[in-house]
């Protein structure tokens, strides 16, 4: 296994980097990651390329036996270059320029900037292609982060113009799908059409999807002519990645093809960042690994890890005691066989002064340093679990289409995705069953349980795939708005929603409610339910049972005879609706009844204590880690505050 450090020898005095190597060494480390915001100290003027410098980083590495990760340093270019060419700077909704000075503000559709990354590109790689410290390049550095995935400038504009001539071809067509007729906004040439920048009211939804994907088709093709680059100059012993970033939901940039042809997938894992007041909850940390090792259906390497507390200019919460040692545990239990850590020492000058690394600004070994420590030292003797492949029987499933469809008309304005997907993964977690995160076009006929967050998407190929499955016996869990509009992002007319997949649900959609934040109705339970009662909020579907047996309905003095929650047996499998954003410990039952019902492994736990199932040579594991400051019990292990264990079932 590699356990490692990001590490940026070029902040700091020469004569530190053999001290930090000795270090690092003591600590455990076997591969450190260098140069991915260095592209001004390779090429200081134009075309005068330099690697002296970290050859010799590289040299006193290579004879400490510490492999390296190289960054491309695209994600920041050299100030000469903005000045020479303002062009490649990216300009927001506003069109105001993003100004050199920060990181990532280049547009992916400048065709000059394409010519300068891709020439730097090929002076480093060539460089390097035979150093054999150097196992792996990582291309970029988190694409589409921090909103680079959004440019307006007057290149993308035209681009987007050509981008639609070749999906539409004919102009009468694009005004067909897109109902241009409504305001009179009929185009007469594809030159006509603006990109969605700031107006008063609010664009077509038809062009905004497509703006979405034009932007998920920029990011992905410099992606990819940066990755087949690499891959064609590199030697044959070093492996490409590139590194995703969090908040990946409410990216504009389809993740699956971003990672297509990578040799293998990274992730930058920050459980807390700057203005937190606490971590995010324990499922979405969860399920952001389980996101992320879905991407190629394959386990991967995170290559920042978090140790301290996180902020450019508000700090957030500080990891407790052994906190991001667990941390680090849980992102082993998901999936994660190889670690970086987030930075070796926090910086003293510039915008990440507040990024607090293993060691902080006193360059004392302290705490942190001992718990990462730790984290190699314990965690090696399990290579082999670790590595093993994880299997699930439930399958969470997202579509980018669907989610842009949402970001640009929430309909609620207490809506949210990532909180949509997290309602129905949530209680599954909570009873620690194992479940996979991918894009709904993979084949899911191999899983037992689908859980569909919010998908108002869907077309009637969709829709036939999904019923097979059920027919099969398979479960499907939709939730809430499921089936209203068609892949163009339009209304599906003379059709009762839920559309392509009403029979299989067994329902009708008699009203619906957009419910705002702290607006939130009664639902009571029936039937294996009654006596049961909860609360649902953000939006309600009022739901008339055709076949389906009501689990829920609303407490109403208008509604009171509609149903809320229900379940419709269809073919040899069952098609769960979930109408609202209903309480989280409302469907955790119903988890509990599906788990139960179809013998899907699942392990009742304290609260806040994960249980994580991993199986190697017929022997089970469980990890164990403790989200709480409290002690916690599992059987007759204890585990302490932030705890973390690796045990054998049967121990
Ligand atoms: C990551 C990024 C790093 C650094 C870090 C700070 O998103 O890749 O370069 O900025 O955050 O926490």
């Not at 002519?225 to 590139?242: A, C, F, N, S």
């Not at 009762?496 to 008699?510: D, F, M, V």
Request: charged share 25%; glycine share 8%; proline share 3%.
């Amino acid at each position: 296994m590699y356990f490692g450090v990001a590490y940026y020898p070029e902040h700091w005095a020469m004569d530190m980097i053999d001290e930090d190597i000795k270090g690092m060494k003591e600590m455990g480390v076997n591969i450190v990651r260098i140069g991915e915001f260095a592209w001004h100290l390779m090429e200081k003027e134009e075309g005068q390329f330099n690697f002296s410098f970290f050859d010799m980083v590289i040299n006193k590495l290579k004879s400490s036996g510490i492999s390296v990760m190289f960054g491309t340093p695209t994600a920041t270019f050299p100030a000469w270059l903005a000045k020479k060419h303002p062009s490649i700077l990216s300009k927001d909704e506003n069109m105001q320029t993003r100004v050199f000075g920060g990181r990532r503000q280049y547009c992916y559709n400048s065709h000059i900037y394409r010519e300068y990354s891709k020439r730097i590109v090929t002076q480093l790689v060539e460089h390097y292609k035979d150093q054999e410290a150097i196992i792996s390049w990582q291309v970029d550095n988190e694409f589409g982060h921090e909103g680079s995935d959004m440019c307006y400038c007057e290149e993308c504009q035209s681009k987007f113009q050509s981008y639609l001539r070749d999906r539409y071809e004919d102009i009468d067509k694009l005004n067909e799908v897109y109902g241009t007729i409504f305001w009179g906004q009929t185009y007469n040439d594809f030159e006509e059409i603006p990109a969605p920048l700031k107006t008063i009211t609010t664009h077509n939804p038809s062009l905004q999807l497509d703006w979405a994907r034009f932007r998920s088709y920029s990011l992905n093709d410099y992606a990819k002519e940066q990755v087949e680059l690499v891959k064609k100059l590199k030697g044959q012993h070093q492996r490409v990645t590139t590194n995703v970033c969090g908040g990946f939901l409410n990216n504009f940039f389809d993740h699956e093809e971003n990672v297509k042809g990578l040799d293998f997938v990274s992730y930058d894992n920050y459980p807390v960042w700057g203005g937190l007041r606490e971590p995010i909850p324990r499922a979405e940390i969860a399920m952001t690994h389980d996101f992320v090792r879905g991407l190629l259906n394959r386990n991967y390497w995170i290559v920042e890890e978090l140790m301290g507390a996180q902020g450019h200019s508000v700090i957030g919460y500080l990891p407790r005691p052994n906190q991001a040692k667990m941390w680090s545990y849980q992102a082993f239990a998901h999936g994660c066989t190889n670690m970086l850590y987030f930075r070796w020492r926090g910086m003293t000058r510039g915008a990440e002064q507040f990024c607090f690394g293993i060691i902080d600004h006193d360059n004392r070994y302290g705490r942190k340093y001992r718990e990462v420590q730790e984290v190699i030292k314990e965690i090696t003797p399990y290579a082999d679990v670790l590595n093993s492949e994880i299997k699930s029987d439930i399958a969470v499933l997202y579509d980018y289409d669907n989610i842009w469809s949402w970001n640009f008309q929430p309909q609620s304005v207490g809506y949210d995705f990532t909180n949509e997907l997290m309602r129905l993964y949530t209680p599954f977690y909570n009873l620690n069953t194992n479940m996979d995160v991918i894009p709904i076009d993979r084949d899911f006929s191999k899983y037992k349980i689908l859980l569909i967050p919010t998908l108002q998407l869907i077309d009637k190929d969709l829709g036939i795939r999904i019923k097979l499955f059920v027919e099969n016996g398979g479960i499907v869990v939709f939730s809430f708005r499921a089936g209203i509009k068609d892949k163009n992002n339009n209304i599906n007319f003379k059709e009762t929603i839920p559309c392509n997949i009403r029979e299989i649900s067994g329902i009708e959609i008699y009203d619906v409610e957009s419910l705002q934040p702290g607006q939130e109705v009664e639902i009571i339970g029936v039937g294996e339910y009654e006596k049961k009662e909860g609360k649902c909020g953000v939006w309600r579907d009022i739901i008339t049972p055709v076949s389906a047996t009501e689990l829920y309905r609303y407490n109403d003095k208008f509604f009171g005879d509609r149903a809320c929650i229900t379940v419709n047996q269809y073919g040899r499998g069952k098609v769960y609706y979930i109408g609202g954003g209903v309480d989280i410990a409302i469907i955790e039952d119903i988890a509990r009844e599906i788990a139960l019902d179809n013998n899907i492994p699942y392990i009742e736990s304290e609260e806040g204590l994960e249980v994580y199932m991993r199986h190697h040579d017929n022997q089970e594991y469980l990890i164990l880690t403790n989200h709480t400051s409290e002690d916690k019990r599992f059987k007759n292990i204890a585990i302490g505050p932030y705890g973390s264990k690796i045990i054998k079932k049967d121990e």
